[in-house]
């Protein structure tokens, strides 16, 4: 086994304050503006925009009770059906099972399709049977 020295940076050697200036310089937290997240809103802003944008804010309180549904609308679901992501059935029908989903009647449906979710709203039950579809509540 060889044994190589590690090459030892000379460029403070015989320095007393390794370019800190004084020698008092970088002792305590107020050489770096303050402990913590002292600053963040006046010193250091530029530090917590670029590092930690999502620091400050507020970002609400969620009742455990609430419960949080989702929501599509008709526009979206034929907007599936246009790319390609829905596909047909053998009965010529397009089906597409939303679960844990309320179908909202925002836009409109062209293709007849078999929808399943956790729930409807009422316009949205009238323009699936105007389009030819059917609404299943997934039950």
């Not at 008092?24 to 503006?33: D, P, V, Y």
């Not at 059906?81 to 939303?98: C, L, M, R």
Request: with cysteine; proline share 2%.
């Amino acid at each position: 086994m060889v044994r190589r020295h590690k090459k030892m940076s000379r460029k403070y050697l015989g320095s007393r304050s390794w370019g800190a200036g004084n020698i008092k310089n970088r002792r305590g937290k107020g050489s770096k503006g303050g402990k913590g997240y002292a600053g963040s809103h006046k010193h250091k802003w530029t530090y917590m925009v670029k590092y930690e944008p999502d620091h400050f804010g507020r970002f609400g309180f969620v009742s455990p009770t609430t419960k949080i549904i989702r929501t599509i609308n008709l526009w979206d679901i034929n907007k599936l059906i246009i790319d390609g992501k829905i596909e047909k059935s053998a009965d010529g029908k397009f089906t597409a099972n939303f679960k844990g989903c309320k179908v909202l009647g925002g836009g409109k449906l062209n293709f007849p399709a078999t929808i399943q979710a956790d729930s409807f709203s009422k316009s949205a039950v009238q323009k699936i049977k105007d389009a030819g579809g059917e609404a299943k509540l997934e039950g």
